[in-house]
């Protein structure tokens, strides 16, 4: 999933192949293998959520293991991985890292080591940098724990903490991200689409929050920094545009709260199939045994820019076993990142198109004795479409 705040810039990177040591064996079931239990039929798009896939994939229902976070594929052809970092530091610097083992999201390409770094500044001056390994580049990743070299730069767990180098032309940025809560998957983490459940798209929330300190060397000068940080983790077997017509993504800081959604529309759902996904914290508490989690969209209209169907509504509700209920109401107030990715160098689609809006949120909590609280403030919705036209999920 793509991101907040953020800026997830297309950059076309050139060339790269390769394997990775087998230092644990990741039990992702293999690509020709459907996994379907008691030969019933499925929908379009499942989350793995059963005790019998809990146990096929090597996973704890809940703890999250180092390894989780480790390279997930073999880097090869048929599968794309990345590790996604960005940071909103307290004089508004933001910083978006991601390692990738191919070019972003090539399924069938070759592999291609290779690493981003946009910074924002808070007066609005952009900076971009990427550099790749050459084609054939041997993946320096390992499979007991986060830990990716590419060049000079490297994200690496220790002890639960990440440490993250960007070194490449004038650029030098070092942080360190300290866990303000634990590591989340929305159950297992694999999506599967189809009715074999073959292909997958794998997502792990590494840390949905932290305290990051930063320095930063540009053409700009010298900063040191300090602000919350975010990772996550992206892997799957197949090209997104296969199975994905578009998804919204987003996560939102709001009165002590974090909220991170996603809301995936797959290619061959019946009219409105969608996976709404959800995790919400407090504090330094996740919320746990949530239920019931619903995610609707409304006012649709053509977007100015995309020309596709947008939601300039969207509300999620969801409630836990005491009846403690949530609703977040995020409506459309201007658009501020928009990117035509039908010129990368792969198939993604017939018109792929990456839209960031920005949004004002309501979020509201109604305990089980009726007493209700409001909070409001704005986030940064991301929508993901792969096609023409984008899918209703009401």
């Not at 609005?124 to 790749?132: I, R």
């Not at 709001?254 to 995936?264: A, E, K, N, S, V």
């Not at 017939?350 to 909070?375: A, D, F, H, V």
Request: aromatic share 12%; net charge negative; charged share 15%.
């Amino acid at each position: 999933m793509l991101r907040a705040i953020l800026l997830y810039t297309i950059i076309l990177l050139a060339t790269g192949c390769s394997t990775s040591t087998k230092e644990h064996q990741i039990p992702t079931p293999p690509n020709n293998t459907p996994i379907i239990e008691n030969n019933i039929t499925t929908p379009a798009i499942y989350l793995a959520h059963s005790d019998t896939e809990y146990k096929r994939l090597g996973l704890d229902r809940y703890t999250i293991a180092p390894w989780e976070d480790a390279m997930r594929t073999s880097g090869d052809s048929g599968s794309f991985e990345w590790w996604y970092c960005d940071y909103i530091f307290s004089d508004g610097t933001a910083v978006v890292v991601v390692f990738y083992t191919k070019m972003m999201f090539d399924t069938y390409g070759l592999s291609m080591p290779s690493v981003s770094i946009n910074i924002i500044y808070p007066d609005g001056t952009l900076v971009n940098d990427s550099y790749n390994l050459q084609q054939g580049s041997h993946i320096d990743a390992s499979n007991t724990k986060a830990n990716i070299k590419i060049g000079s730069s490297y994200l690496e767990d220790i002890n639960g903490s990440y440490q993250l180098s960007y070194s490449h032309n004038d650029i030098e940025f070092n942080a360190t991200m300290v866990s303000v809560l634990p590591a989340w998957r929305p159950e297992t983490g694999h999506v599967y689409f189809g009715g074999n459940r073959v292909d997958y798209l794998g997502w792990l929330v590494a840390q949905p929050s932290s305290i990051a300190t930063a320095s930063l060397h540009t053409t700009y000068g010298d900063s040191l920094h300090i602000g919350t940080g975010y990772h996550d983790h992206n892997w799957g077997n197949a090209p997104m545009h296969k199975n994905i017509d578009n998804w919204y993504w987003g996560r939102i800081p709001i009165d002590g709260y974090r909220l991170i959604f996603t809301d995936i529309v797959p290619q061959d759902g019946d009219n409105g199939e969608h996976l709404p996904m959800l995790y919400i914290s407090k504090g330094d508490k996740m919320l746990e045994n949530l239920h019931d989690t619903e995610i609707l969209q409304y006012n649709i209209a053509l977007n100015p820019i995309t020309q596709k169907p947008y939601a300039n509504k969207i509300t999620i509700t969801t409630k836990d076993e005491y009846n403690f209920t949530i609703t977040i109401d995020i409506e459309r107030v201007s658009d501020i990142g928009f990117y035509d990715m039908s010129n990368l160098p792969y198939e993604s689609g017939t018109y792929p198109t990456y839209l960031k809006t920005l949004n004002s949120i309501t979020l509201t909590t109604i305990e089980s004795n009726g007493t209700k609280n409001t909070y409001n403030g704005l986030g940064v919705i991301e929508q993901m479409s792969f096609d023409m036209e984008v899918k209703a999920t009401q």
